[in-house]
């Protein structure tokens, strides 16, 4: 039984990519155009690890994902997106669907699934199922090979159109849909696994969690390891010794590995490429970790690779890869697979006070698999290494360019200013945001031998003026004490403290703003953040209470928190467009931020702060969930503007990026149109020598677990 999909005229547009979405094409000629060839090897081999690495993300996504993008990979190596196009036309689809079924394809290859990777909602295509199933059945890579091309439709053609309830976000248990978790797993699992890894000192990045229930009720959970080696005898480890079963609060546990094996076995052969063309021993040696983290499926090897990234200064070439963002697991603990590499022709060193906290480079970005993030090192890195810092230039060209008439919510009069001072505005955020609020902010911890990296005498908290009562123990971090909340929360801080230090006159000296211009850029960038907080409510879902973004429940947060300031700073008001359809209005009183939102702000932050560094989850979750609560409430009623939000949001764009290709002992580059097509023959052509390969290996691994996300009546014997 598929249910209604939800009440409400806004419902549809939430699980479709409009025919008219934003396609860019991500400009890196000139940066690659100045690399050595010895560089442009090295980039290369990093490129192709970060493509394949990639390729993990499908497997933990949903049970889906790896057969629908074997299925449109099939499609598009026969059948060019053209000639594709004439076969569709014939069988009877009109231009729009034919084009709706591409922009679809172009959002499973940039999203690497069939979820946003930036809102976690499914997407679905915008075209009759009985349409595109004609097109598929009828096409040359169905000629050419009819029993896996109907075997892959057969396999996830209802979960590609499918919008029951459970299925139109990602979520843990009756919330939505994981594949960090098999499909019985509920928030409760999830907690006891992190409590059995914290005993274990084992970090859940790399791990996937599997839970089978036996004839007698008991349940028995395999945590899983990403790595290329199994079950196979290997040299003695450091992993080697945790691989075997425990007993826990009356539940066994199984350590296995070898996760996503020949997946990461192509990551690591090509790393091993790339450490031949190295510019320096730093990145030799972080290579090599990297390469014994995803063999052994090591995150103590990788946080030695990260040591290695944060002395390699300056480098020509930058990347970072591995199993970093934890966003997308809904537990909070589990990192989705990135790989990324930027090139610079120039390198921005900040002047002080940044100098003395980390390299800090504006860089071109020429791949990313899945998410174009400045990477973060852990939080005991950070304390103990220090960090590094990019700022992706041509991403951020591509991602944030305004069109004045799209624009919403903002008064007229604040249009043109929010233009023309949006992107540097946004330069002096993302540069705080990441350098002094990630890169800040100590954490209280009592190591194994039990001593204590503070003075318990001497350090008082001051929200209540006595001294430290909580810490972290040790294998104890900060994602798994506060677990759900963790990377939102972490971001509220470090936006705070960008709002918070933009108004330091000598922080808007070292952007290059002084004077009116320095007023603009803050104004902008407040301005910027309490619009930012109503867009958010797209990334809210009632049914479920819940947000599906990290970033954007943190923006809602500090909108609350500056409408709490009262006093008239901030203002959020329905009201009727000009199209007679609902509208809404932010109005932020410039003359207030010192006055009224530097104090409010001050005192948030410095409670955020607080209970970080002291752990208390308690405290935390209240003042967090309280602020992040979504209710009817006048005056603003953000249930209600939630409904605007959704009638006037605009798509997320998607980016086109190259290719590179090894012709000779020279790399080349391959660049593609800005268009829906241009992506699709992007990855036509990114993996030509074992494109039918990877597709196999994909859809072998989504099969071999398949079980596990059966429903219970389809369920094996001893499932649950």
């Not at 990297?290 to 052994?296: D, H, K, L, P």
């Not at 390699?312 to 997308?328: A, M």
């Not at 992040?628 to 980016?655: G, H, Q």
């Amino acid at each position: 039984k598929v249910e209604p999909i939800l009440a409400g005229p806004m419902a549809d547009t939430q699980y479709i990519l409009p025919n008219d979405i934003g396609v860019s094409s991500l400009d890196c000629r000139e940066a690659f155009r100045l690399l050595s060839p010895t560089e442009r090897l090295y980039a290369h081999h990093l490129s192709r690890a970060a493509w394949y690495g990639g390729l993990a993300v499908l497997l933990q996504t949903s049970p889906e994902a790896p057969y629908i993008y074997a299925l449109l990979s099939r499609l598009f190596r026969a059948q060019d997106p053209d000639q594709l196009r004439q076969h569709a036309l014939a069988e009877g689809l009109t231009e729009e669907e034919y084009q709706a079924f591409l922009v679809y394809a172009a959002g499973v290859y940039s999203n690497m699934g069939n979820y946003k990777s930036f809102g976690d909602t499914k997407f679905v295509p915008n075209l009759p199922k009985e349409k595109l199933e004609r097109v598929i059945l009828g096409s040359k890579a169905a000629q050419q090979h009819p029993e896996e091309v109907r075997g892959l439709w057969q396999t996830c053609g209802e979960l590609m159109f499918s919008l029951e309830s459970r299925l139109r976000h990602l979520g843990l248990g009756k919330e939505g849909i994981t594949t960090y978790f098999s499909g019985n797993c509920t928030m409760e699992d999830a907690k006891l696994a992190q409590d059995f890894l914290d005993s274990q000192n084992l970090s859940a990045y790399n791990t996937r969690l599997f839970k089978e229930v036996d004839q007698d009720g008991k349940p028995h959970y395999e945590v899983r390891l990403a790595s290329v080696l199994g079950t196979e005898p290997s040299l003695d480890t450091e992993m080697t010794s945790k691989l075997k079963s425990y007993e826990f609060q009356g539940s066994d546990f199984r350590v296995t590995r070898g996760d996503y094996a020949p997946i990461l076995q192509k990551v690591v052969e090509h790393l091993e490429k790339a450490k031949t063309y190295a510019a320096n021993s730093h990145q030799e040696q972080m290579l090599a970790q990297y390469i014994e983290s995803f063999t052994q499926g090591s995150i103590e090897a990788h946080k030695k690779g990260s040591r290695f990234w944060i002395q390699d200064k300056g480098p020509i070439v930058e990347s970072y890869i591995g199993f970093i963002e934890s966003y997308r697991d809904p537990f909070g603990s589990r990192g989705e697979f990135e790989g990324n590499f930027w090139e610079a022709g120039v390198h921005i060193n900040l002047p002080h006070p940044f100098s003395s906290f980390s390299l800090s480079v504006t860089l071109d970005l020429c791949s990313f698999a899945l998410v174009p993030a400045p990477p973060p090192p852990d939080d005991d890195l950070r304390q103990t290494e220090g960090f590094k810092n990019v700022s992706l230039g041509n991403v951020l060209a591509v991602a944030y360019a305004t069109q004045r008439e799209k624009l919403t919510f903002l008064e007229e009069d604040d249009k043109d200013l929010y233009i023309r001072w949006k992107g540097p505005s946004f330069d002096v955020q993302v540069g705080l945001h990441e350098l002094l609020g990630h890169g800040s902010g100590k954490l209280f911890v009592q190591d194994e031998k039990g001593a204590f990296n503070f003075d318990q005498e001497t350090v008082i908290n001051p929200e209540t003026g006595e001294q430290i009562q909580s810490w972290y123990r040790s294998g104890e971090t900060w994602d798994s004490k506060f677990s759900t909340i963790a990377s939102s929360y972490e971001e509220c801080r470090a936006e705070s403290v960008g709002l918070y230090l933009c108004l330091n006159p000598q922080v808007l000296e070292i952007f290059g703003f002084e004077g009116a211009d320095a007023e603009d850029v803050i104004y902008v960038n407040w301005l910027n953040m309490v619009r930012a907080g109503l867009l958010a409510l797209e990334f809210y879902t009632p049914e479920a209470t819940s947000w599906r973004q990290a970033h954007m429940q943190a923006r809602f947060v500090i909108l609350r928190v500056l409408l709490e300031a009262g006093e008239g700073l901030v203002s959020v008001t329905p009201t009727t467009g000009s199209d007679g359809r609902p509208d809404a209005r932010v109005r932020l009183d410039r003359g207030k931020i010192r006055s009224v939102g530097k104090p409010a702000l001050e005192r948030f932050l410095r409670r955020l702060q607080v209970l970080k560094s002291t752990g208390d989850v308690a405290g935390g979750r209240a003042l967090y969930e309280g602020y992040a609560a979504v209710t009817d409430a006048p005056p603003e009623c953000f249930l209600s503007l939630r409904d605007t939000v959704l009638l006037r949001k605009e798509s997320r764009k998607l980016i086109v990026q190259p290719n590179t290709r090894l012709e000779g002992s020279e790399v080349q580059l391959l660049e593609y149109e800005a268009s829906a097509a241009g992506l699709i023959q992007s990855f036509s052509e990114r993996f030509p020598e074992d494109g039918p390969e990877l597709e196999e290996i994909l859809t072998q691994l989504a099969s071999a677990d398949a079980r596990f996300w059966k429903r219970p009546c389809e369920a094996p014997s001893g499932q649950a």
